[in-house]
């Protein structure tokens, strides 16, 4: 292969990564190691750490980012990078942000690197030939920075215009989420206000199934899965019979989104062939033998093999 061949394939890698040429395509080139540093000494290559040299100085941002995808193994664009990549409006943009899994030593220059061991497959995407955290995960890595108010409001946006789900916001939540993880109450008080769902036991749901057991019901399994959403949870369930108990609390479900949330878990709950039960406060209160009737009448259907479909 003659030098000008070598010379355009090299410059045309390095304009595809953001101005640099790992180590690894020179070799395929033929590139000795002494053929390297006489690039280095008349041609101004520089090494960013590993197995990587610029070529080609940085425009902008993007182009530090592909530089770091291109080298970095699983290097994976992040917080307000990819919020600027996935055009998520009230983030501040220009960033040049990477979540890896480990702490590197190369020299990105302006990019910030961040140490992760919980960003798996499923919160990585590709925008724009460039692998990017999904619009839910983003969502999750920008609350360690950011009010509940601030990601209340990126939250509404995105759910509005049909870019999120919030069970798949959730999900992530979920799975990111641990004690003292900065970020990790935030999304949760966010996710609580929109799906009506308090992880806790509140004293609504303790009356409810004091309610059960003082009546010598079978009790029901709390914080049982959703067998089609098992990243969700029904308050209580009889899984053996389909019946899902949803003991709804104003605190959390009197929001208009929480209501809206209410109403595609009741449709989705009817088209897998179960059956959902919800008591309030004043049930529980004002009416308790009414609330033990109507389970009570329900479990003595598949008692008697009536069928509940």
């Not at 101004?44 to 197995?51: F, Q």
């Not at 509940?148 to 049909?162: C, F, K, T």
Request: proline content about 4%; overall charge positive; hydrophobic content about 40%.
């Amino acid at each position: 292969m003659s030098s000008s061949n070598i010379n355009k394939q090299v410059l045309e890698f390095a304009a595809a990564h953001g101005g640099v040429v790992t180590a690894d395509f020179l070799a395929e080139l033929g590139f000795t190691r002494n053929m390297i540093d006489g690039r280095v000494r008349r041609h101004g290559w520089t090494g960013t750490g590993r197995g990587a040299y610029r070529v080609i100085p940085a425009r902008d941002s993007v182009d530090w980012l592909r530089s770091v995808v291109a080298v970095v193994d699983r290097a994976t664009v992040s917080h307000e990078a990819a919020a600027e990549l996935h055009r998520i409006r009230r983030v501040p943009w220009g960033r040049a942000v990477v979540t890896a899994h480990s702490r590197t030593t190369h020299d990105f220059g302006p990019v910030e690197f961040h140490r992760a061991h919980d960003l798996l497959d499923w919160h990585r995407t590709v925008v724009g030939g460039l692998p990017v955290t999904t619009i839910e995960r983003t969502v999750v890595d920008l609350a360690k920075t950011r009010s509940v108010r601030h990601i209340g409001a990126i939250v509404d946006d995105l759910v509005s215009s049909q870019r999120l789900n919030l069970d798949a916001l959730e999900a992530v939540a979920r799975c990111v989420a641990r004690r003292g993880k900065p970020g990790s109450v935030t999304m949760r008080t966010v996710l609580q206000s929109r799906l009506g769902i308090d992880r806790s036991e509140s004293e609504l749901e303790r009356r409810g199934r004091k309610l059960i057991a003082d009546a010598g019901l079978p009790l029901p399994h709390s914080e049982y899965p959703i067998p089609w959403a098992p990243y969700r949870r029904f308050d209580d369930a009889y899984p053996s019979i389909r019946l899902a108990i949803e003991w709804d609390s104003i605190r959390y479900h009197g929001t208009l989104s929480s209501f809206d949330a209410d109403r595609e878990r009741d449709r989705l709950v009817i088209l897998h062939d179960w059956r959902i039960l919800r008591f309030t406060w004043k049930d529980v209160m004002e009416h308790p033998d009414r609330v033990v009737q109507t389970i009570a009448e329900l479990l003595d259907r598949v008692a008697e093999r009536s069928p509940l479909n």
